[in-house]
């Protein structure tokens, strides 16, 4: 890319990420939390997806910083929602199908979109 040419829109963007997981009973149980990522540019991803080295959840681990409203990992020493770190957003992304969501929902919300 041109150095001289420089895009004005924020660096990180907050992804908004919302689902379901089943309880015992098989019944759903919506969650809600938000992730706070670096941007990726465009050919940066394409590039990613295209080499063959492509894994949607070491892209989602290098580009999130933090996370809001996250309660679906406890610290099991104070058995509160655990605070943002390494270990427990691995812990986060082991849940089947988390990895695929937060892809999904970090490529919608920092990509641009058409104004209804």
Known sequence: MNKRFVSVISPTVVVPVKGTLKDAGGAPVPFKFSLIC?????????????????????????????????????????????????EAFDALLDISGMALVCFNAFTKESSAAEKN
Do not use: H, Y
């Not at 670096?38 to 894994?55: C, P, Q, T, V, Y």
């Open 38 to 86: 670096r941007r990726m540019l465009a050919s940066e991803l394409k590039n990613r997806i295209n080499s063959g080295d492509f894994d949607m959840k070491e892209i989602v681990k290098e580009v999130t910083t933090g996370w809001q409203g996250q309660r679906l990992i406890n610290d099991q020493e104070t058995g509160e929602p655990a605070e943002f770190c390494a």
